[in-house]
């Protein structure tokens, strides 16, 4: 049996590519939802535990040896079993079965953090881990025994790392450690070249990058071309590649990494880079560069096309029923950041904090209420909210935040206090829809001596602003008198409406 695990941050994206493929079966788990979007929701109890955990999802693919056939019953129990000795005793977890291939296998999709304290299961040396617990699982259920496929490629630890490892983790669950075992420099070496080659970098490109994490990269040819090898070198300790594993070695980086190499264009970029090595990056510039590769790898977000021909209509409404100004919801359609698409769902696109398009909310029922879904199809990234700017200059830094409940909220927001300042406000303002506490641009928010928290005076904005009050201490809540900001704009509007008739008729207050 063959145990293949990888951590992420967006749990629908996942849920979605599980739910999706041919024949799929929900068959375990211990979660009460019975689809994707209804396992997204519940897997959002448990990120309120944490809000500040990073890469909580946790996805296992189980195969068995093509020699293994299993019931829905046998996979259910392996499954849990899995799960539990891997330290998911008190976790959310779903399994799915899929068809789609010849090797019979599973996919669990879990939650990293337990529901019991609120801290995330450690992750120290679980590929070990999950070779040790499928090898017996092979035994106990009488399967056929296989060697990993990443076992193939990596080299594992030696007896005496292993050992050490788990008399450090003994300690620490004693309490004799402040920190849990962490990993080796091996390991370290091999997760930063797993990371550094996710988008298949020509080689120059790869060993720059492991110049920039401060990993030492020695390489040499023969006269033919043909590759002597390749080491590595971090805080004084040296593998060869063949150390590492066979994906680590010179042709084992272009077979089994995908790495791109053709000689006579990257040779001599290569060597002048073994000669003049790049300097390495702190960390969080290393960190954000890794995170930008990443990023670039996920599926780009493709708005569905408008009907423009209701283009006229959403306007009137938006002007005499809901008195957002032309050059909001005019400038907001220039860049085709509202409109209906041809099912006629009005959308507001989301964006990340760059402007780059990541997804899109619904808002189906307008005369109804404001509640807006997200538009499933193609989303890119979690990383992206409907914003607008205004203000100041174009140019101008941002200063001043508003966190919102809805799109039509955040309109309403800042068409009361274009009203309010008798015009617009001298300073860059930005208002954000992101009254989801496990959906925040955080390092942005931090960076602000106040935000202004200015969700729906509801029992949802009420609590989603309490939540997100303890994340932001800088925070300050304004609240409307009415229950939302449409209608606070609206009575706003009237006050105004009736002091001008009174000033006309000769009165003052």
Known sequence: MI??????????????????????????????????????????????????????????????????????????????????EMGFDANQFAIFRHHNTDDDHIHIAASRIRMDTGLVVHDSWDYVRSEKVLRQIEIDYNLVQVQGSREKLQRTPSTGQIRRIRREQEEYELGKLDNPPGRTIKEELQQTIDRARVDNPQMPTLIMRLQQAGISVRTGFTRNGKSKGISYEKDGQAFSGTQLGAAYTFPGLQKHLAVDYQPERDDEPINELLLKPVKPFPVEQLEKLFQEIERKQQPQFTPPPEDKVVWQVLHKYLSEKRYIPDYISQGLHGNQLLYMDEQRNILFIKRDLDGEKTGALIWSKPRENHRIVEYDQNTSTANGWFYLRLGGQPTDKVENVFLCSTPIDAMSA???????????????????????????????????????????????????????????????????????????????????????????????L
């Open 414 to 508: 800042a068409t009361y206090l274009i009203s309010s300042c008798k015009g617009l406000p001298p300073t860059r303002t930005m208002l954000i829809v992101a009254d989801d506490p496990n959906n925040l641009p955080m390092e942005f928010l931090k960076s602000f001596n106040r935000v202004v928290v200015a969700f729906n005076n509801d029992e949802q904005g009420n609590k989603a602003a309490s939540a997100v009050l303890e994340l932001l201490p800088q925070g300050k809540r304004l609240k409307t008198h009415n229950p939302d900001w449409s209608q606070e704009l609206e009575a706003h509007l009237r006050e105004e409406q009736q002091k001008l008739l009174q000033q006309d008729r000769g009165f003052s």
């Open 3 to 84: 145990g293949k695990q990888t951590k992420g941050r967006g749990f629908r994206k996942l849920l979605d590519y599980l739910e999706s493929r041919e024949d799929a079966q929900l068959i375990g788990g211990n979660m009460s939802g019975r689809n994707a979007r209804e396992l997204a929701r519940e897997f959002k109890l448990s990120r309120q535990l944490n809000s500040d955990a990073d890469r909580v999802v946790y996805h296992v693919s189980l195969s068995a040896a093509k020699g293994d056939k299993l019931d829905d019953e046998k996979w259910n129990e392996i499954g849990d079993r899995y799960m539990k």
